[in-house]
């Protein structure tokens, strides 16, 4: 059953089990017993924390997140980091309501710092939204010491960033370190020098897919 159906991530579950809930409830009603066995099957399908296995090649940044690489550019890190505002390149991964929300550690290292900072909750696919919308940021240091930075980004369904992530943690890759409900964006900023090997349009598996490789 484990090989062939997800484990549902443990966020997931008070919502599957409210869906079972008004399915008991209703039994006596057919139309409330399948939407409430409708809600449950979608909801134990969003939360879904399927297995993956990382790469084992020293040095390679993977997805931190399912789904579809929307922007590759440069950009500043998040202000609230208290880094330099030094363009970096980053790779934007956007997540549809289809995808697997769990969110995995890109790199192996130690999670130096990990800053919330609350905002808009406008269409996470737009350029805007690395900049408006609400978003939680993960610092990690590589064991080679570049450092990698993960950002959860809120979208318009989503209302609820989890990271479980905490500073002094040790991370390896491919780690499920968090997720967001209902529809979301993850940016990736990677050490100066680092060259992106994936394009617009792919769509990526987190924890699995190579983004980069680091300096």
Same mark, same amino acid.
């Given at each position: 059953?484990?090989?062939?159906?997800?484990?549902?991530?443990?966020? %997931? &579950?008070?919502?599957?089990?409210?869906?079972? %809930?008004?399915?008991?409830?209703?039994?006596?009603?057919?139309?409330?017993?399948?939407? $409430?066995?409708?809600?449950?099957?979608?909801?134990?399908?969003?939360?879904?924390?399927?297995?993956?296995?990382?790469?084992?090649?020293?040095?390679?940044?993977?997805?931190?997140?399912?789904?579809?690489?929307?922007?590759?550019?440069?950009?500043?890190?998040?202000?609230?980091?208290?880094?330099?505002?030094?363009?970096?390149?980053?790779?934007?991964?956007?997540?549809?309501?289809?995808?697997?929300?769990?969110?995995?550690?890109?790199?192996? %290292?130690?999670? /130096?710092?990990?800053?919330?900072?609350?905002?808009?909750?406008?269409?996470?696919?737009?350029?805007?939204?690395?900049?408006?919308?609400?978003?939680?940021?993960?610092?990690?240091?590589?064991?080679?010491?570049?450092?990698?930075?993960?950002?959860? /980004?809120?979208?318009?369904?989503?209302?609820? /960033?989890?990271?479980?992530?905490?500073?002094?943690?040790?991370?390896?890759?491919?780690?499920?370190?968090?997720?967001? &409900?209902?529809?979301?964006?993850?940016?990736?900023?990677?050490?100066? $020098?680092?060259?992106?090997?994936?394009?617009?349009?792919?769509?990526?598996?987190?924890?699995?897919?190579?983004?980069?490789?680091?300096?």
């Amino acid at each position: 059953m484990r090989s062939a159906v997800p484990p549902v991530h443990p966020a %997931g &579950r008070p919502f599957v089990a409210a869906g079972l %809930g008004v399915a008991l409830a209703g039994h006596r009603h057919r139309w409330v017993r399948r939407a $409430g066995l409708l809600a449950a099957g979608a909801c134990a399908g969003f939360f879904r924390h399927p297995p993956r296995v990382p790469p084992s090649r020293p040095g390679v940044v993977v997805a931190p997140a399912d789904g579809v690489v929307c922007v590759i550019d440069t950009a500043a890190p998040p202000g609230e980091l208290g880094m330099p505002d030094t363009p970096l390149p980053r790779v934007s991964i956007f997540l549809s309501l289809l995808d697997a929300h769990v969110q995995r550690a890109p790199v192996s %290292g130690e999670v /130096i710092d990990v800053q919330h900072r609350p905002g808009r909750f406008g269409s996470a696919d737009l350029a805007a939204a690395s900049t408006d919308n609400e978003r939680t940021s993960l610092r990690i240091r590589a064991v080679n010491g570049a450092e990698v930075v993960a950002v959860q /980004i809120a979208g318009l369904l989503a209302r609820r /960033i989890v990271c479980d992530a905490r500073r002094g943690d040790k991370l390896s890759i491919g780690d499920t370190y968090g997720l967001i &409900r209902f529809g979301s964006r993850l940016d990736t900023y990677l050490p100066a $020098g680092a060259e992106p090997v994936v394009q617009v349009g792919q769509r990526t598996l987190a924890g699995e897919t190579v983004l980069a490789v680091l300096p």
